[in-house]
């Protein structure tokens, strides 16, 4: 039996890619947990057209919220050709009857307890419509299918070391997804760094650890980095400001390689904060948790969101500028995309704010599915669009680099003149993220309006 695991994509930015950095772990993991007598292919729709005249027999379709029209649009073309059609993935987790409306079965939650059970069932004719994955240990994981991942992606070595953060954000689903925090064994660890089957140096060089929030376990984390010290790779990965009091820590990722990392500050307010749920964070000492990290010559990216209640366009639009001050060296700009399942959903449906009307096309992170409380929908969208311009202008994106040349090791360096390199690029092509509102007849959107639900999707690189 063939199996076609497809990781769907729809543009998110109005001309395209000009490149694609790093491939989620999805589909080259569950490939990696397939058992051997089934033949299984990955497809990432992001960088290579899906193939409706495949010879598989199962099409596994993943995809997050702001994606599922095209995935609905894929499943209804496969099974007009006789294929199994199966889904999983967050939407799919938050949605299953919705999504069963378009394929024979569903993955709620994590796959590797179901996966095996599921392909065989399709194998012998007995395909139930719901699995239901549990929550387990994460031992004995395979090493990702890294074979199967397509020439385009710049990085290729993402492994996924814990699951689950210890924090609750109001806006992120990862606490439901990934309920409570796992670590994997370091020794496997470390034998997925040791794969070097690549065929450029830097794909044998880079580790893109796919954590949530690698740092959280101190210990954990710490014994890792010992391991890797001998290894000379660069890495990087996701962790939370609070690393910035952690002197030993520091000193270990800088000894290990780590050339970056990625910070979720999210806003500048206080109020704002508080609504996020982002206590851990304070404004007043971004710059300083930055300048500690920068010491050890590690790039800081980090992720904002336009749209808490404590957000105007003026404040919005001046973001630019304080990201700039505090050190920042790769922005990551998304509009607040309220989930089902996060309290950010429940406080947005009690108040009678969620827009109606708007297909899930709207919630990619690029786009408005709320009404705001201190603007209309419009000024929120035209003040992303203006910090977008202005945070990737020549001006903002030099600067960056430029800096980073003083103060930062060779790895980082690098990155920060690539990842500014190419969202100037994109700047200066004006090639935005999509409108939806002006791109809903595009041919590949299947428009649905359930009833409003929700992602948030944080900007992926080379996205």
Excluded at 14 to 35: C, D, Q, R, S, W
Excluded at 74 to 85: D, E, M, T
Excluded at 352 to 368: A, F, Q, S
Aim: glycine share 6%; charged share 20%; hydrophobic share 40%.
């Amino acid at each position: 039996m063939k199996i076609e695991i497809i990781v769907v994509y729809m543009p998110r930015y109005e001309k395209g890619h000009e490149a694609n950095f790093v491939p989620p772990i999805t589909g080259i993991h569950l490939a990696a947990i397939t058992p051997p007598r089934f033949e299984v292919k990955v497809t990432h729709q992001q960088v290579e057209p899906v193939n409706l005249d495949t010879d598989a027999d199962l099409i596994a379709l993943s995809f997050f919220s702001g994606f599922a029209p095209e995935a609905y649009r894929l499943a209804a073309l496969f099974k007009q050709k006789g294929k199994i059609v199966v889904m999983g993935g967050p939407h799919v987790t938050f949605s299953p009857t919705e999504a069963l409306q378009y394929c024979h079965a569903v993955v709620v939650g994590e796959a590797e307890s179901v996966w095996a059970t599921l392909l065989t069932d399709a194998e012998q004719g007995v395909l139930k419509s719901i699995y239901q994955g549990q929550t387990q240990p994460l031992l004995n994981l395979p090493t990702p299918r890294y074979d199967l991942l397509p020439g385009t992606f710049f990085i290729k070595r993402v492994i996924q070391t814990t699951r689950g953060c210890p924090f609750t954000c109001s806006f992120c689903t990862v606490p439901t997804l990934n309920p409570g925090f796992r670590t994997r064994p370091v020794a496997e660890v470390i034998k997925d760094i040791e794969y070097n089957n690549f065929s450029q140096w830097w794909q044998r060089k880079v580790v893109w650890f796919w954590d949530d929030n690698l740092t959280a376990n101190r210990k954990y984390v710490k014994e890792l980095l010992r391991a890797m010290i001998p290894l000379k790779k660069w890495w990087l990965t996701q962790a939370s400001l609070d690393i910035a009091k952690d002197e030993e820590l520091l000193d270990l990722m800088q000894q290990s390689g780590c050339i970056g990392v990625f910070f979720g500050i999210e806003t500048f307010g206080q109020e704002s904060l508080k609504d996020a749920n982002k206590r851990q964070n304070k404004a007043e000492h971004y710059r300083a948790c930055i300048e500690k990290v920068h010491k050890r010559g590690i790039a800081v990216m980090a992720g904002f969101i336009a749209g808490f209640d404590g957000d105007t366009p003026a404040s919005i639009e001046d973001m630019a500028r304080q990201l700039y001050d505090i050190g920042v060296d790769v922005p990551f700009l998304s509009i607040l995309t309220p989930f089902r399942g996060t309290p950010l959903y429940d406080k947005l449906e009690q108040e009678d704010r969620l827009l109606t009307g708007r297909g899930w096309e709207y919630y990619n992170g690029y786009n408005v599915t709320f009404q705001p409380q201190q603007m209309s929908p419009t000024e929120l969208l035209q003040a992303h669009r203006m910090l977008w311009r202005t945070a990737f202008s020549f001006k903002y994106a030099a600067k960056r680099s430029l800096r980073s040349l003083f103060r930062l090791r060779l790895g980082a360096v690098l990155l920060s003149l690539m990842m500014n390199g190419f969202y100037c690029l994109k700047r200066l092509r004006n090639n935005a993220p999509v409108d939806m509102q002006r791109q809903i007849n595009l041919p590949t959107v299947l428009s649905t309006h359930p009833p409003v639900s929700a992602g948030v999707l944080a900007p992926e690189l080379g996205d």
